[in-house]
Nanobody, 126 residues
Framework: QVQLVESGGGLVQAGASLRLSCVLS????????MAWFRQVPGKERLFVAG????????FYADAVEGRFTISRDNAKKTVYLQMDSLKPEDSAVYYC???????????????????WGQGTQVTVSS
């Protein structure tokens, strides 16, 4: 059984940086496409960034392109989201997602990910 645990969220001021981590347990990290989504209360969960299982491909939502960086360390079974130049509109609960079926593809669609973490809160004050 796959379990994903996020960490690294918190309260920061606009312009600051945070790094989120998501650690996998239960199965191999290989062949696992990973992504980060975020959700604010009352709104749908939105794609933020994704990385292929090899790490060779990444994709970002327009809202975070150039400010956020997704990466993975397969030896540590961990995916990271480095968030720089944070804005108040980045405030949300951030979720880690994973799926073995995507191979080298990256999907922006929530239903394409079978496994989800519990989320970590990021709050950016103005």
């Amino acid at each position: 059984q796959v379990q994903l645990v996020e960490s690294g969220g918190g309260l920061v001021q606009a312009g600051a940086s945070l790094r989120l981590s998501c650690v996998l347990s239960g199965r191999t990290f290989s062949n696992l496409a990973m992504a980060w989504f975020r959700q604010v209360p009352g709104k749908e969960r939105l794609f933020v960034a994704g990385v292929s299982w090899s790490g060779g491909s990444t994709f970002y939502a327009d809202a975070v392109e150039g400010r956020f960086t997704i990466s993975r360390d397969n030896a540590k079974k961990t995916v990271y989201l480095q968030m720089d130049s944070l804005k108040p509109e980045d405030s949300a609960v951030y979720y880690c997602a994973a799926d073995y079926r995507l191979n080298q593809s990256i999907s922006r669609s929530e239903p394409d990910y079978a496994y989800w973490g519990q989320g970590t809160q990021v709050t950016v004050s103005s």
